[in-house]
């Protein structure tokens, strides 16, 4: 026996009818043949939307689109490379920030958990995907952030074991991306990144036995005040996208995973910076 209920989708019709378009486009980019596919691009556009905002377990999306779960495996991963795809690259969104009139950007590392696994990591006894800070397991994104916290752009995920500024070394070109636009926006962050001060202001960190000066206080409380916003960019994809609070895919997957709720959060608000 089974109940059957109706549930609404937290989305705008223009939102769903987007990722429908594509879904399509990739259909046809792919060469794939009409009627091969066991759902219609709007089918697939609603069951990955379900998956990343509500978080939809697949024994639930497949048993509801009358599909196997292999293939209901196979909608989401496909629906996530097409997003992430659309992602706007860190210099581009970087002039979008500029051209906007912003003087500073926010950059905050937030872990997306992920179930434990077991993978070796440098450090004999500890996890790769390890993170100690957290004390749990999960990949390290890097999120740039507007003045006001709304994301504007998500790095590939690195493992949680790793700290923020050995993260922000490791992504291709990104430390040198933000050198190069410092003159024009400055990017804060907190003391995560104190090993690259010269490009990201930090706060002042108070001194072994010492003390800071009234100066630097008064920095570190105005700083900090602009700074503590770019936790609401972390907030709002994950309180979003259910999807983001545990993934259970290959955590490998969650920098593409992540740039997808990016995409959909930019549709949906019709806004990008």
Not at 73 to 78: A, C, I, R, S
Not at 119 to 141: A, C, E
Not at 149 to 178: A, F, I, K, N, Y
Not at 214 to 220: L, M
Request: charged share 20%; with cysteine; hydrophobic share 40%.
């Amino acid at each position: 026996m089974s109940i059957t209920y109706t549930a609404a989708l937290p989305v705008r019709d223009e939102t769903v009818l987007r990722v429908s378009a594509l879904l399509h486009a990739e259909r046809l980019r792919r060469g794939t043949r009409q009627g091969r596919r066991a759902l219609t691009c709007f089918r697939q556009a609603v069951l990955v939307l379900r998956w990343l905002l509500d978080g939809t377990r697949m024994t639930q999306l497949a048993r509801d689109n009358t599909i196997s779960n292999s293939t209901g495996y196979d909608n989401p991963h496909e629906g996530i490379q097409v997003l992430a795809a659309q992602a706007p690259g860190l210099h581009a969104a970087l002039l979008a920030a500029k051209t906007a009139g912003y003087d500073y950007i926010l950059l905050d590392g937030t872990l997306i958990e992920t179930d434990r696994i077991s993978t070796p990591g440098p450090t004999p006894g500890v996890d790769l995907w390890w993170s100690k800070k957290h004390k749990n397991h999960g990949g390290n994104i890097q999120v740039v952030s507007a003045p006001d916290g709304w994301p504007l752009w998500t790095s590939p995920v690195r493992p949680g074991r790793e700290h923020d500024t050995r993260c922000l070394r490791t992504h291709p070109g990104m430390l040198t991306t933000l050198t190069e636009i410092r003159d024009d926006v400055r990017t804060l962050a907190d003391l995560g990144y104190e090993g690259e001060a010269d490009t990201i202001a930090v706060a002042f960190k108070t001194p072994p036995n010492g003390e800071l000066t009234d100066i630097q206080q008064q920095f570190n409380r105005a700083h900090n005040r602009l700074r503590a916003v770019g936790e609401r960019g972390n907030s709002l994809l994950k309180m979003t996208f259910k999807a983001l609070r545990n993934v259970t895919l290959c955590p490998w997957k969650i920098g593409d995973i992540v740039a997808a709720a990016l995409v959909i959060l930019h549709i949906e608000h019709n806004r990008t910076t």
